[in-house]
């Protein structure tokens, strides 16, 4: 498996005040170091740090499935996260894993609340459906998009 941050060049329109999914430029806010997860560098935007807030829609064209929200990131240049290792960003308890085809719709059967502990072990088997092209994780609270999920 692969955690997938938003892309590097999304990131840089983002920043450069480019228009978010719903057409605005991204608010500029300070970060008060508490649940602030930045979708690039998949780490925890440190307290005092400027940050984007903006409406993203991790799907490249809308569809009844296409589920649009808002996401954090880091104002200043960041590098890229991702890899097979669980992201720092991810301290909450549990977390929605959701499956989607090649269509980009979800796959029926592939949703569920994990818990953090058992995200591996949830994601192994997720991708092991030939129906799942990639996986979402988002929040359980809110149900912000976090990240993507790739087989590696």
Excluded: W
């Excluded at 997938?4 to 970060?31: M, Q, V």
């Excluded at 808002?70 to 308890?93: H, K, Q, R």
């Amino acid at each position: 498996m692969r955690f997938t941050p938003i892309p590097t060049d999304l990131a840089r329109h983002y920043r450069a005040g480019g228009p978010d999914a719903y057409g605005l430029p991204p608010e500029r806010k300070t970060s008060d170091g508490d649940g602030n997860p930045c979708r690039h560098c998949l780490n925890m935007i440190p307290k005092g740090a400027g940050m984007l807030v903006l409406a993203h829609r991790p799907f490249p064209a809308l569809q009844p499935y296409a589920e649009t929200g808002p996401i954090f990131l880091c104002a200043d240049d960041c590098p890229a996260g991702g890899g097979s290792t669980l992201p720092a960003m991810l301290d909450s308890p549990e977390y929605i894993l959701r499956g989607y085809g090649p269509d980009d719709r979800i796959v029926y059967g592939t949703g569920a609340v994990v818990p953090t502990a058992q995200l591996a072990e949830e994601v192994a088997t997720r991708l092991t459906d030939p129906r799942v092209a990639y996986l979402h994780l988002r929040s359980a609270r809110n149900t912000c998009y976090q990240l993507r999920i790739d087989r590696d």
